[in-house]
């Protein structure tokens, strides 16, 4: 079966930076695009960045353009998040996912905070 596990989270100050990383298994890794979201308390999950099947091509919610960078290992089935320049309203529990045959699949999410 589909299994993300996500890991890499903790507390930062601003300015700091994390790398968030999702091991994936029980699918055929390559195969897929990848995406990270976000859920901060009291808001909607939202869409961060995604990865296509073979990593050559990544988007991002403007908020975090130029300053968080998406990637994607086929050979180790592990997508990453690089966060720099982490700013208190990145404060979340942070998710990793793909979709397949109609349906979305989520790791348990890590928390990452940001604070002074």
Known sequence: QVQLVESG???????GSL???CAASGFSFSS?????????????R??????????TTANYVDSVKGRF???KDNAKN???????SLKPEDTA????????????FWGQGTQV???S
């Open 9 to 15: 989270g903790g507390s930062v100050q601003p300015g």
């Open 19 to 21: 790398r968030l990383s």
């Open 32 to 44: 897929y695009g990848m995406s990270w979201f976000r859920q901060a308390p009291g808001k909607e």
């Open 46 to 55: 939202e869409l961060v960045a995604t990865i296509s099947a073979i990593g």
């Open 69 to 71: 960078t998406i990637s």
């Open 78 to 84: 592990t997508v990453y998040l690089q966060m720099n």
């Open 93 to 104: 529990v942070y998710y990793c996912s793909t979709a397949m045959v109609a349906r979305r």
């Open 113 to 115: 905070t940001v604070s």
